[in-house]
């Protein structure tokens, strides 16, 4: 009677193995993408770009993709380098015609602020490029901001190339190396976008104090809207933008992302 008791159980086993290794019961393994961001080559700390919106596209995009991002960080140079070379997928970067020559973009994740950041005691009225003549303007070295912006930095400007370094931009500012400094971010607020900057200043650069009575500030008009995608090189594309394309339009729909409606100026 023990026997088949026994043998009862065994038979039940058996046949439960085929269902608890099926993937209805167990999550697909999930597939591994070579994940190239911009960060500062100042550091040897790996860390996501301070922007939330950003954190929250990645990680809605690689669960809804059931991908394991493999994270490789570059300075923009490098990274637009090697990604133009095929290294992996990247997130972060604007559209231009000439980057469309050769990469494969997905439609808008988010829409970003391109912000004029300056001392307090050195503001100036700017409502178009042309009130930057004169300026020293900090940007970070690679980055991109429309056509118009292109010319006038070709016959207008004073641009101070930079790494993605925060720390290191404002410093600059503060020693008025730079006059302004382009800072891009999500929230179309310029009050909030200040208060964050001198509410973090202490906090990344302690041995920076700022000078009696000086804040920074940023300037009531933007310069730019900048879109944010994810890209790949084309021929390396096996479908990857357009299930990118899908998870944004579902998660925008459904509000998981945030939907790109930037106001007008």
């Known amino acids: 009677m023990i026997l088949k008791r026994l043998d009862k159980h065994r038979r039940y086993f058996l046949s439960a193995l085929p269902l608890l290794f099926s ?25 996501i770009p301070f922007n939330p919106v950003f954190q929250q596209c ?24 090697n990604l133009n070379e095929g290294e992996g997928l990247a997130f972060g970067l604007s559209k231009t015609k000439e980057r ?27 409502s178009r490029i042309a009130d930057l003549q004169g300026k020293t303007v900090s940007m970070i070295r690679g980055s991109t901001y ?5 010319k006038a930095r070709a016959e207008l400007l004073v641009i101070e190339d930079d790494v993605y370094s925060l720390p290191s931009r404002l410093k600059k500012l503060l020693s008025k190396r ?8 999500h929230d179309p607020d310029p009050r909030k976008v200040e208060a964050m900057l001198n ?4 906090e990344i650069a ?29 021929s390396e ?29």
């Open 178 to 185: 730079t006059d302004v400094m382009l800072f891009s971010h």
């Open 23 to 47: 993937p209805s019961v167990w999550a697909a393994e999930l597939r591994k993408q070579v994940f190239l961001i911009v960060e500062s080559n100042t550091t040897n700390t790996p860390q």
């Open 206 to 234: 302690p041995d920076t104090p700022m000078p009696p009575g000086v804040t920074f500030k940023v300037l009531d008009h933007y310069l730019f809207v900048d879109y944010i995608h994810f890209a790949i090189l084309a």
């Open 146 to 150: 429309g056509d118009e912006f292109d």
């Open 58 to 81: 990645v990680a809605y995009v690689e669960k809804e993709l059931q991908l394991q991002f493999e994270y490789r960080r570059y300075p923009w140079t490098r990274l637009l380098q």
């Open 199 to 202: 509410k973090t200043m202490p």
């Open 100 to 126: 469309a020559l050769t990469l494969h973009f997905s439609i808008p994740a988010f829409g970003t602020f391109i912000w004029l950041v300056v001392r307090s005691d050195q503001v100036f009225p700017f």
């Open 237 to 265: 594309d096996k479908g990857i933008i357009e299930q990118i394309n899908k998870a944004i339009r579902k998660g925008q729909q459904d509000g998981s992302l945030p939907a790109v409606n930037i106001p007008k100026k």
